[in-house]
């Protein structure tokens, strides 16, 4: 055989070879950005219960955790890109610099407390606070109003639970949670 041809087919093989190379690469794929997660820590005279109330990722998926017997149990379910645009949004539009450390308690319960662990992406960047006692049993007294940027978020949080937990959304929420 001559040269020539010798020298097209090599160069074909190694242009197949290549080929199959890189389409059985796996590229390296940047895990979901977390948008909005809050862990509840209950305390009653005693004890303490921590557990995930909702976790929402960019690309829709939600997580949150269930009691289920006698152990808590993590449930996953999604929610489309336009409730997860319309919750970004929202929160890009909070005053960053008022959502700080501790805050509350808003309402007074007397067994128990209520803490919330909130972290968010935002335009301004990552964001964690903690809410104490943002919702309260009805007749219970309010010990201060709760500043408008921390019940945004606090509704957020409520409605997107609500919706993949198929429960009712807090009354004081209702007017404030973005329609799903």
Aim: charged letters at 20%; a neutral charge.
């Amino acid at each position: 055989m001559s040269p020539f041809p010798t020298f097209i087919l090599s160069i074909l093989t190694s242009v197949t070879l290549f080929s199959a190379a890189v389409n059985n690469a796996r590229w390296p794929v940047a895990p979901p950005i977390v948008v909005l997660e809050a862990t509840s820590m209950t305390r009653t005279q005693g004890s303490e219960i921590q557990y995930l109330l909702v976790r929402l990722t960019d690309d829709g998926k939600v997580e949150w955790d269930k009691y289920v017997g006698n152990a808590w149990e993590r449930q996953t379910s999604s929610v489309s890109a336009e409730r997860v645009s319309k919750i970004q949004r929202k929160l890009d539009s909070i005053d960053k610099s008022l959502l700080h450390g501790a805050m509350g308690p808003y309402h007074v319960n007397e067994d128990t407390s209520v803490e919330l662990r909130i972290q968010m992406t935002a335009s301004q960047g990552d964001i964690k606070f903690s809410v104490t006692n943002p919702w309260s049993e009805p007749g219970t007294p309010s010990r201060k109003r709760m500043p408008k940027e921390v019940r945004l978020v606090v509704c957020e949080v409520d409605g997107l639970y609500a919706q993949v937990a198929g429960v009712s959304v807090d009354p004081r929420c209702k007017a404030t949670t973005s329609p799903h």
